[in-house]
């Protein structure tokens, strides 16, 4: 009898040290407030202003919430596979919120399966069609191409053919950007959009595609370029061949060979976003969302229309030129 006994106590110690335990795990975060949370960034790369701008932006908003920041990224922008491999390097190291910039369906994907279901994942730049997204942040993709189509519009005066030209056809960006610009043309009787040509990464076809472009078309007055690498190539090939005071170009973006051919009048506007906006605004949302906050599914970052004449607006600097002091 007294070993039956023995044994119901035991079995109940037990059990009263699981639950403990258990609850002791579940609120682990209320036993030890002075832990840091920790939010992974990953974009889809390391170099260039847009990025470090965005990166800036996630810097501050850790430092004024008392965060810990992984940031991650590849050398190059389409480097969709060392893309998904610091993902995996990212959930090896441990988060409580991660932030993407993914550079396709696959990265989203994978980032996904890798992170646990309560964990909360926040989108930037690209906007994924995934419920296990809690929220996306950045630029609205369709009004950022309706603007660069009526800025090209007011350029040519209303009337004539125009040309749009860009990189990845498939991309999401890309299709919303399109999507604005046609559907601002069908609104338009006077304006043709004579041709859409899409190439890789690649200065020698893009000037090839150009080249071609006028070929075909002559009496073409204007071409929207819907990233800014095209944008840098088209206009590097129009100054080779002595267009520049003929043909209006918008581009989008605003590193530094855009706001250069801007100055010098060969591109006549770019339409650019607010990456500082969208890399602080990740993080923010991503630590509300990990403590359990609600958080909006879908934030606008807005973009802007610059052109020469307000290009060196003060408040425009700090959009263009966020690292000078």
Not at 36 to 48: D, N
Not at 64 to 76: Q, R
Not at 189 to 208: F, P, R
Not at 211 to 230: K, M, N, V, W
């Amino acid at each position: 009898m007294e070993t039956i006994k023995r044994y119901v106590i035991y079995t109940l110690l037990l059990a009263v040290a699981v639950a403990a335990f258990t609850f002791c795990d579940s609120r682990l975060d209320e036993a030890h407030p002075g832990r840091k949370k920790t939010v992974a960034l990953i974009v889809r790369m390391k170099h260039g202003d847009y990025w470090r701008t965005v990166k800036l932006g996630a810097e501050t908003a850790a430092k004024e919430y008392d965060l810990n920041l992984n940031f991650y990224a590849p050398d190059y922008e389409e480097d969709t596979q060392t893309q998904m491999e610091l993902l995996r390097q990212a959930a090896l190291d441990g988060y409580d919120a991660l932030v993407v910039a993914p550079s396709g369906d696959r990265v989203l994907q994978e980032a996904i399966a890798l992170t646990n279901p309560r964990v909360p994942i926040i989108t930037l730049d690209t906007e994924g069609q995934q419920t296990a997204v809690k929220s996306y942040i950045g630029t609205d993709n369709y009004d950022m191409g309706k603007k660069a189509c009526e800025k090209m519009i007011q350029l040519i005066g209303k009337s004539g053919q125009i040309a749009l030209m860009g990189t990845g056809r498939s991309t999401a960006n890309a299709v919303s950007r399109e999507r604005g610009v046609r559907d601002v043309i069908a609104g338009e009787k006077h304006v043709e959009l004579v041709s859409a040509e899409y190439g890789k990464l690649d200065k020698k076809l893009v000037g090839e595609l150009t080249r071609d472009l006028f070929q075909h078309y002559p009496e073409i007055q204007g071409i929207i370029a819907l990233d800014a690498s095209t944008a840098v190539d088209v206009a590097e090939e129009i100054e080779k061949m002595g267009l520049q005071e003929k043909i209006k170009i918008v581009a989008i973006d605003n590193p530094s060979e855009v706001l250069e051919y801007l100055q010098e009048g060969v591109i006549s506007a770019t339409i650019i976003q607010k990456p500082f906006s969208m890399g602080y605004l990740g993080v923010k949302y991503a630590l509300d969302a990990s403590e359990g906050r609600p958080v909006p599914s879908r934030v606008d970052t807005g973009t802007k229309v610059i052109d020469r004449e307000n290009m060196f607006w003060s408040e425009n600097q700090k959009l263009l030129f966020p690292f000078v002091k």
